[in-house]
């Protein structure tokens, strides 16, 4: 039986496993965590929306559905092109057909200073120490009495007008302004600032001109500052700095302004393009090597004279492609080259508010929101998870109330008694 490793259990590796699973081939899959992690929904976990279990699911439940595929917890240090073996944490092991899907991180473009001072959202660990430290700064403004500091503690900065950043900043002034004002009543919520930071003249690029129109109004009216064209260009801990000298006083800096391949394309003996992504040939397999497919974020893949985006949808028609494409050449035929089906983006910006285009129509408003909601729901992975997902989202549309308001790690660690 030939065997097929697949790197990474994200959008782009489950696709594949999932089209694989049970038609006569080995499947080994490998990831350094034990579950899938639904990324869009991380900012939800960072503003106390949802609990971090809801957005995860365990591989191995899904390998109990997947016949012929068994999970390696492992970390993947390498490959060995020449001699076909992944080289792992759990020692090397060999393949006839590999998949790469190893996802991306951030991209902090080389300023170290930022790299050093900023938050940002790729693993589930990141949403809750995110979380902790705005509710963590909330408890030490309490207790604060000079206003300058207080409000400094109470600034967040948000950099980059992408789809996370316009999520995250919408579902943070709504903690703020719905659940922290009311929890607490020691503070005045115009001490507290959301402020949004794009360096380009516009948020969400992808989205047509009326939409994002429309997202920095509604934005704007929730209570976010919205500044274009402003560049972060420096931070400290308790500061930030603009291009043009500005200085910020906050201890929060939320950086969402680039991603690049995630590290395990550095190692990986290669061509490589724009952020570190491999190049990738029309049926997504390497140069010289045609049992090797890189899938997902980690691929440079152009189509129609643009590449591909590094997004959820790209990596999921992807893993399906490469898993097809393996079945394919077994069965010794061959697909047509690989061709990404756009079926438009969307971003939510607040309770009942979204943007989405799609097919050439632009939807707005209540309707957007509702099919973000469902897309959404409709991709989770796991019925129990989105059931949890819809009594959080019930719950905080009815009540406006957030439950999962829980400070797990306090930065100077728990309270200690100093007087005897
Ligand atoms: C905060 C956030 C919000 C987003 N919002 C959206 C959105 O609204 N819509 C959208 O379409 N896209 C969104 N994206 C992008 C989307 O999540 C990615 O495009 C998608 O996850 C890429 O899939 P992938 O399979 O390439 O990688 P991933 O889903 O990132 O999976 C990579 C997997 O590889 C594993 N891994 C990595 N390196 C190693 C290693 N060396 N050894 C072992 N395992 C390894 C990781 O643990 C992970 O499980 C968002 C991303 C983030 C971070």
Known sequence: MKRVIIVGMGFGGIRAARELAGKGMEVVMLDRNNYHLFQPLLYQVATAALEQESIAYPIRAMARRWPETRFRLAEVCGVDLEGKRVMTSEGPMEYDYLIVSAGSETNYFGMTSIAEHAYDLKKLEHAETLRNQILG????????????KRRAMLTFVIVGG??????FSGAL?????YVLAKDYPELSITECRVMLVEASGSI?????????????????????????NTAVSDAAPEHVIFKDGTIIPTHTLFWSAGVKAAPLAGVLDLPKAGGGRIKVKPDLTVEGHPEVYIVGDMACC????????????????MGSYAGKSILARQAERELPPFRY???????????????????????????????WLGLHLMYLVGFRNRILVIMNWGWYYLFHERQVRLITMQESGPPKCTWK
């Open 204 to 228: 969400l690029i992808s989205q047509p001109e009326n939409l994002r129109k429309y997202a920095v109004d509604r934005l704007r009216r929730m209570g976010v500052e919205v500044l274009l």
């Open 162 to 167: 992408g789809p996370t950043g316009v999520e």
């Open 341 to 371: 089906k756009d079926k438009g983006s969307m971003a939510t910006i607040g309770r009942s508010s979204a943007v989405a285009s799609a097919f050439g129509f632009h939807l707005s408003g209540y309707l957007a929101w509702m099919a």
């Open 302 to 317: 152009e189509q129609d004279g643009a590449v591909l985006p590094m997004v959820a949808p790209v990596a999921m028609q």
């Open 137 to 148: 700064l909330f408890e030490r403004a309490v207790k604060e009495h000079d206003p300058a």
């Open 173 to 177: 002034v709504e903690l703020v302004r």
